[in-house]
């Protein structure tokens, strides 16, 4: 997603991506320990996509 849908949803929505994006970025770096992470670009991008939903949810101040 990127940030003008990330910005259209409401505060409750975004800390629910958020800890969506948290669960998957665990399993990925679990996955990359033991070799079976195939896309490893996956990491980086979903990081990025954690600091955007931080980003807009200091915005919105919640």
């Not at 003008?4 to 969506?20: H, N």
């Not at 990925?28 to 996956?42: C, D, E, G, N, V």
């Amino acid at each position: 997603m990127n940030s003008a849908e990330l910005r259209k949803l409401s505060t409750e929505e975004l800390k629910a991506k958020l800890e969506e994006n948290r669960k998957e970025l665990f399993d990925l770096r679990f996955k990359h320990a033991t070799a079976q992470l195939q896309k490893t670009a996956s990491l980086p991008a979903t990081k990025r996509s954690i600091a955007r939903i931080l980003t807009i949810l200091k915005e919105k101040g919640a």
